[in-house]
């Protein structure tokens, strides 16, 4: 398919928001990452920590888990519910959880004061809701000197027409534009 990828769309608005916040509270090194970094892989590199030579440590990833659509009266909602998942290393055990504790509720703040991405004009805005923000250590990928992190949000998206994933209709934004405000 050709045509508009809403979930797709608002992961790289989130990762956009996610480096401002970072590049604004000097949080530097993080590797992006949306969708996945193979579990069989992360799960490998935490039980073998010391022999892993490729290290993607510290990193974000960024997905969507779900979408939910409903219609009451005529008027159709979407909510797409997105995870932010952040991983460090730190030998210090109680260092390396309030490290990453930090850097997650610094992020639910940064959404809270930040919650609207509607500088779009394609229709592809978003607005958090914040009374359904959770932020928790992932306890089972927590290991050694790895800390996982994660963060759900949802995301108010604008519903798209069937037609729309089919084949992108002309645009008034430019692509310029659009990477702009991506980034």
């Known amino acids: 398919m050709e045509g508009i990828n809403p979930l797709k769309k608002n992961s790289l608005a989130l990762e956009g928001a996610i480096k401002k916040a970072f590049s604004e509270a000097k949080i530097e090194n993080f590797k992006f990452f949306r969708s996945y970094i193979q579990p069989d892989n992360l799960e490998n590199r ?3 920590a010391g022999s892993n030579k490729e290290n993607k440590f510290p990193f974000v990833i960024i997905r969507p888990i779900k979408s939910v659509q409903k219609t009451k009266n005529g008027v159709t909602s979407k909510i797409a519910t997105f995870l932010i998942r952040l991983g460090t290393e730190n030998k210090n055990y109680e260092e390396g959880f309030y490290e990453i504790a930090g850097i997650a509720e610094y992020l639910v703040a940064y959404f809270t004061k930040h919650s609207s991405a509607i500088e779009r ?30 963060i759900l949000l949802q995301l108010n998206i604008p519903t798209v027409p069937h037609t729309a994933y089919i084949e992108e209709t002309k645009r008034e934004v430019s692509n310029e534009k659009e990477e702009k405000w991506q980034h």
């Open 121 to 150: 004009k394609d229709g592809f805005s978003y607005s958090i809701d914040l009374e359904t923000i959770e932020a928790f250590l992932n306890e089972e990928m927590t290991g050694g000197d790895f800390w996982i992190y994660d």
């Open 46 to 48: 935490i039980n073998n």
